[in-house]
Structure formats: structure tokens, C-alpha cells
């Protein structure tokens, strides 16, 4: 590691600045990207008119899905930039192509007034989304990590998970305002526009800040001193642990923050609005909780903390969605969401560091971000389409259970057979 030669203080300074600007930019990102699925039921009735209501959302979920097939290219071109001419410039370019895509969607006319060029405009602007994110994470986790202290990584990891939750955060309030501010009529015609159009505005703040801070330590380290690079084989089976190790974290973060307004309102009969303030009640916990998990993992571990989260996403999804399906009150509910945010924290706030510790730096960004996107995108993009084609096939609101538990097992087992890296140098 490359050594800071100022002060204490000004180097405490130095990496506050550096930390805040890759947040701050990481979370607009994430409010860009997460939006689509807030809204994802009108821009269903604008977009994918359909027979019924549930075919229309269908439709709707496939192509936020589908923003995820664009995530392995970015990963792949944006992880291989970071690795090759550092993390600051591809983290500039991702939230910069995120902030075009997202005022794409927002301008974009809708089936009704130019036909079937409008899904497929809606498409391309959700593809070079899933393009951006694709670069994003990767990047964004190996910045967070390679500028955190040797005994502070899981802090700065959680940090980073608590500013992707916040941008959900802000999105899922955006759009809950906006739902109760305005009549539904107008909300269907217009109104679900105002969230994306604000995404495009608020983006080059992000690109301003991330402009301005330092390339990370370890980054200038390989530079100055080019390591070997890794053998295919090995390249191949950290790829292949990227790869496992994220299918819980993906599928229980797209199915209970993004599915799960849509389930409030179906199953748990909540209104539009209700059903986004109660999403927004689970965000604040995992916003709050993440960090404090991450730094629990610098103490005790990355392990224990994750095999923990497996076993009780196993044990209590199923309950948890039989409560909201039973028609508990909306207070109920709410309190039932903040208890899965804090769920969700204990897999999420430990996640970014332990991953990212399992690659060395000099090929981080590249091998993390194909591994664990394509985690992302097979099993965490299409989760609310599942959970919606789950629940449609077999007539049971608490079917898409069954697809986050089996995502806890499979996580467990992969999890299991990593070693601890939690006390150990960064390579």
C-alpha cells in the first residue's frame, strides 16, 4: 500500500473527501437506476398495455430485467478500464451514461401516442442503465475498500451498501411524494416522469464530485509496481466465487425492496402510496444498519455474520410473507418492513468488502464486477419477474418465497467454503 505522507489529520481529510464524493455518487446512481422499478406498475399501463393488470406489470418487470442483460458488458468494458486506467475516470463515466438513460425514460412518449417505438426506446435506455451499473459496482466497492483503513473495511464497505440503499431510499420517496401529491389520473399521464427527469438533473452533480477526488492508494501501488498478472485458472474460480457468493445477496435485495411494494399492494391490499412509504420504512433500516454490520464483521468476522444472514433469510421469508398476505394492518406492515431492512443489512453491509477482498488489486475491478454481475443480472434482475411469474403460475402470493430461500442455501454452501479474509492485508 502506497504510504500518505501527510499529516493525520490531513490525511483523514483526504480520505473523507475522496470516500464522500464516491457515495455521494454512488447513491444517485442507484436512485437513477432503482426508480424504474417504483414506478414499474403505470409505466407498465404506459409502456406494455395488456389484457389484464398483472400481464401489464409482467411485461413491466421483464423489462427491468432486462437492464440487467446490459450489466456484463459494462462490467466487463467499465471493470477492465478501472483495472487498466483507474477506478476514478470509469466511475465518472458510469454515472454520467446513467443520467442520459434515465432522462431517456423520462421523455420518452408512451404507447399510445407512437406505438411500438416506445417500448423499445424504453428498452434501450434500460440497457444502457444495466450498462452503467454494470461498471458501477465494481469500481465503486474497490474504491470504497482499497481507500478504507486495515481495520475499517467493513465499515467502508457497509458505507457503501448504506449509500446504494439511500439512493433506493430516495428513490422509493421520490416517488411515494410524488403518488401522494398528485390525482392518480394525472400520476398515470404524467406525474411518473417527474422521478426520472430529477435523476437527469441531480447526475452531473455526482460526476462533479467524482471529477475532483483521488485515484485509491492501492490502485497508484500496481501502478508503480506491476504485479504478475493471475493465471487463467485462477482468474477462472475467483470469477467462479464472485459469482456464488452474491445469489442471496441479489435476489433478497431486488425481492424485498424493489418486488415488494407491488406485493404490499396486491397481497397485502395497501394503496399505491401506502405500499412506497412502507418500502421506504425498510430502506431507512437497511440505510441505518448496513455500516454497523460491516463494522461488526471488522471485529468478528466476514463469515459469521453471512452464514447468520443465510440461515435467517431460510427461516423467516416465508413468515414474513404470510404475515403481509394475512392483511395485517398498514402500521404492521411497516414494522414488518423495517424488520427485513435490518434483515437485509446483515447480508448487504458485509457483502462489498467480502467480496471485494477476494480478488487482488490489480485485476479487481475486472474479474468482481463479471462475477458478480452476472450473479446479478441472472438472479437478482429477474427476481420481481419471478416472483410475479411465480405468483401468477401457481395462484399463491407467498410462492416467490420459495425463490429466496433456495437463494439462501445456495449462498450458504458458497460462503461455507471461503476462507476469512476480515484480519488479512488487502492484495
Known sequence: M?????????AGVRIRRNIGAALVGNML??????????????????????????????????????????????????????????????LVITILTMAVSTVLIGIVPSYATIGVA???????????????????????????????????????GGLQQCSSATGFLLGSGVAAATASLLPIEAMESWGWR???????????????????????????????????????????????RGFGFPILWAVSYYTFVVFMPSFTKTAGKLTASEALWSNTIGLIALVIFAPLTGRLSDRVGRKPILLTGCVLFLLL??????????????????????GLGLLLSIICGVSPTAISEIFPTH????????????????????????????????????????????????????????PETAHRPLD
Open 363 to 418: 485485476n479487481r475491478t475486472t474479474w468482481m464486477s463479471i462475477g458478480y454481475t452476472l450473479s446479478v443480472t441472472i438472479f437478482g434482475g429477474f427476481a420481481p419477474f419471478i416472483a410475479t411469474w411465480l405468483t401468477k403460475e401457481t395462484g399463491s402470493p407467498i410462492a416467490p418465497t420459495f425463490y429466496v430461500m433456495v437463494a439462501a442455501v445456495i449462498s450458504f454452501i458458497v460462503i461455507a467454503r471461503l
Open 118 to 156: 416506445a417500448p423499445i426506446l424504453v428498452v434501450i435506455a434500460r440497457l444502457l442503465q444495466g450498462f452503467s451499473t454494470g461498471g458501477e459496482v465494481g469500481n465503486v466497492m474497490a474504491f470504497m475498500v482499497e481507500w478504507a483503513p486495515g481495520d475499517r473495511r467493513g465499515l467502508y
Open 2 to 10: 502506497v504510504a500518505i505522507t501527510e499529516t493525520d489529520a490531513r
Open 194 to 240: 417527474i422521478p426520472f427527469l430529477l435523476g437527469g438533473i441531480i447526475g452531473p452533480v455526482g460526476a462533479y464530485l467524482r471529477r475532483n477526488c483521488d485515484e485509491t492508494p492501492a490502485f497508484r501501488q500496481v501502478q508503480s509496481n506491476p504485479a504478475i498478472t493471475t493465471g487463467g485458472a485462477t482468474a477462472f474460480w475467483l470469477t467462479a
Open 29 to 90: 446512481e442507484w436512485y437513477d437506476f432503482a426508480v424504474y422499478g417504483f414506478m414499474a406498475a403505470i409505466i407498465g399501463k404506459a409502456f406494455f398495455p395488456a389484457t389484464d393488470p398483472l400481464s401489464s406489470l409482467l411485461l413491466s418487470f421483464a423489462v427491468f430485467g432486462v437492464g440487467f442483460l446490459g450489466r456484463p458488458i459494462g462490467s466487463i468494458a467499465i471493470g477492465w478500464l478501472g483495472d487498466v486506467r483507474g477506478r476514478k475516470p470509469a
Open 317 to 338: 421469508t416465508y413468515p414474513a410473507f404470510s404475515l403481509v398476505a394475512s392483511g395485517i394492518s398498514l402500521p404492521a406492515v411497516m414494522a414488518l418492513q423495517f
